[in-house]
């Protein structure tokens, strides 16, 4: 459904990607892991076209979507959740939901849009659909950030870093509703902080350093692999998933 194939990126004079390859075929979940600075999200930046790609070619579903905007990203289905969830605050849970489908709202002018769906997938959203979003608690800012993704109606989800500032068992919680959506066969790109969880979650990942991928594999392959796990895991691995 994606591939992206050696894909350099520069913020201004430095290059931030370096001839990245990789893919995610329907109904997978793919991890990206990797330390802070990585490249992790620049990835997801780049094929959402928030940060232009200077050579290599980004495919979705057959379109070539090298050079597209984000809003044609978006009506060709490739939704992101963004880092820091990135609400209005000021406005309802309601409006904001709305906001995720504002394409479609153009589109199908002579037809309502329903947030019973997401409503039922979050039921704390429908008690709090008059709420402002700034009042809402962290984890319930993140529930709305995935639930806004949802009302554009996605063929593809792109996380990143969901669980960020979020306690553990805020975070579990978030990794339970990504996991039910995997359940569903929804197609994800994950970029996560914490790289057990996203394994634990994933088909496949990929291990970024220095803007480039440095190794991939199954998901189980790399959570056994004794470099990953002094790299990215560390000893309590196990423990901060369970």
Known sequence: MLRLTSVNAY???IQALRGVSLHVAPGEVV???GNNGSGKSTILKTICGQVRRWRGSIQFDGHDISRASCAAVVRLGLVQVPEGRQLFPSMSVRDNLLLGAY???KRERRRAISTDEVYAMFPILAERSGQPAGTLSGGEQQMLAIARALMAAPRMLLFDEPSL???PVVAQQIFRTIGDLRRRGTTMLLV???AAM??????RAYVIETGQVVL???ADDLLAN????????GRGYRAVWE
């Open 103 to 105: 394409h479609r709202l």
């Open 11 to 13: 913020y201004g004079q």
């Open 216 to 218: 991939d594999g199954a």
């Open 226 to 233: 004794e470099e990953v796990k002094r790299a990215y895991l």
């Open 198 to 203: 996203a394994l634990r979650l994933a088909d």
């Open 192 to 194: 996560e902080q914490n």
């Open 165 to 167: 500032g979020l306690a």
């Open 31 to 33: 991890a990206l892991i």
